[in-house]
């Protein structure tokens, strides 16, 4: 059965640091791999999503994930938080193929803090 | 373009009592999805639709009914309140499946059950 593991339920960082949050998947094949955010009182929106190629996947304010099939994993990078990135963050999965049923996994989030 | 719409955004049920969360897309999409969302768990998916006529249950569809007579619409029916029930419901919209597609999210509805 598929999974995401996100390790890290909360992560705070100054504003301007660097930042790295981690995503684990279980699946028998390559998935489809997606970060969302989730400011609060708002909906999840789409920061990126990996489906075949490039490993390193740009996406939207300044946020990259590397899809590392060793490892299981899709991190999402950012070389300098602004303070307006504190939301929380979700790391999905969907399945390929015939078993595709439309379904997406998520994880169980990171909620991020951003120091002044 | 309004997006995926939710209405109520906040509501307080009594157990027993029965509501119905509206949930309404403009985009012409096929796909729509009602997801709960709880403290530390992440979103788990309800009931999905991949058309008009055509729904089927997700992870966690006990206590929920859904139909979708309409592409632009996708109500999530809950029938006899329970305070396990007592989340924030995101209802979301995808063109293609959303393995392959992004899914567009509505602001949510936070329902109370007491």
């Known amino acids: 059965a598929q999974s995401v593991t996100q390790p890290d339920i909360h992560i705070t960082v100054s504003e301007g640091a660097s930042l790295e949050l981690r995503c684990n998947y279980s699946y028998g094949a390559t998935p489809y791999l997606f970060w969302y955010v989730q400011s609060p009182g708002q909906g999840l929106q789409l920061l990126l999503k990996?489906?075949?190629?490039?490993?390193l996947v740009q996406g939207i304010k300044g946020f990259e994930a590397e899809f590392k099939r060793s490892q299981s994993s899709f991190n999402l990078r950012k070389p300098s938080v602004h303070w307006s990135d504190a939301a929380e963050y979700f790391c999905?999965?969907?399945?390929?193929?015939?078993?595709?049923?439309?379904?997406?996994?998520f994880g169980q989030g990171t909620t991020l803090q951003v120091k002044p | 373009n309004a997006g995926v719409t939710q209405t109520p955004k906040f509501r307080i049920l009594k157990i027993g009592q029965s509501m119905t969360l509206q949930c309404t897309q403009d985009?012409?999409?096929?796909?729509m999805y009602w997801y709960r969302q709880d403290p530390g768990m992440g979103l788990k998916l309800i009931y999905y639709s991949v058309g008009a006529g055509i729904t089927d249950k997700g992870e966690v569809p006990n206590g929920y009914n859904v139909s979708r007579s309409t592409t632009e619409d996708f109500p999530l029916r809950l029938e006899l309140a329970a305070p396990s029930q007592t989340s924030v419901y995101f209802c979301a919209s995808s063109f293609q499946t959303p393995s392959t597609d992004t899914q567009y999210f509505g602001p949510g509805t936070r329902l109370t059950v007491l």
């Open positions: 999905a999965v969907g399945a390929r193929g015939s078993s595709n049923t439309g379904k997406l996994i």
């Open positions: 985009m012409n999409h096929n796909y």
């Open positions: 990996y489906f075949s190629g490039d490993t």
